[in-house]
Nanobody
């Protein structure tokens, strides 16, 4: 199966920025969609953003990050990024990338839509 490896997490101050990377071992139909999820202690897993790796479909974003985060891809590098700006303490979480063969756009944020998962990278936002 295709594998996903995320990186780029770390500790930043509020208002700072980070870029997370999710590298696919190959570009195939099992990961037509790549999404970022996050989970903080005591909270449910939250869909952050999702992108179709082909053309013609706009990315999806959670309301909590829209305008601050951007999901993008570099096709030759088989990499999907999550650009995080204006970070807030409430953004602190373990961040995971996930792949899906296909999704229902109205349910893009549901973890069960995604079959391939990375191991996660920790993002901590604090003063």
């Amino acid at each position: 199966q295709v594998q996903l490896v995320e990186s780029g997490g770390g500790s930043v101050v509020p208002g700072g920025s980070l870029r997370l990377s999710c590298v696919r071992s190959m570009n195939n139909y099992e990961t037509n969609y790549i999404a970022w999820f996050r989970q903080a202690p005591g909270k449910e897993r939250e869909g952050v953003a999702s992108i179709y790796t082909g053309p013609g479909i706009d990315p999806y974003y959670a309301d909590s990050v829209k305008g601050r985060f951007t999901i993008a891809q570099n096709i030759p590098r088989n990499t999907v990024y999550l650009e995080m700006n204006s970070l807030k303490p409430e953004d602190t979480a373990m961040y995971y990338c996930a792949g899906a063969r296909w999704i229902d756009g109205s349910n893009w944020y549901k973890a069960e839509m995604y079959r391939i998962w990375g191991q996660g990278t920790q993002v901590t936002v604090s003063s």
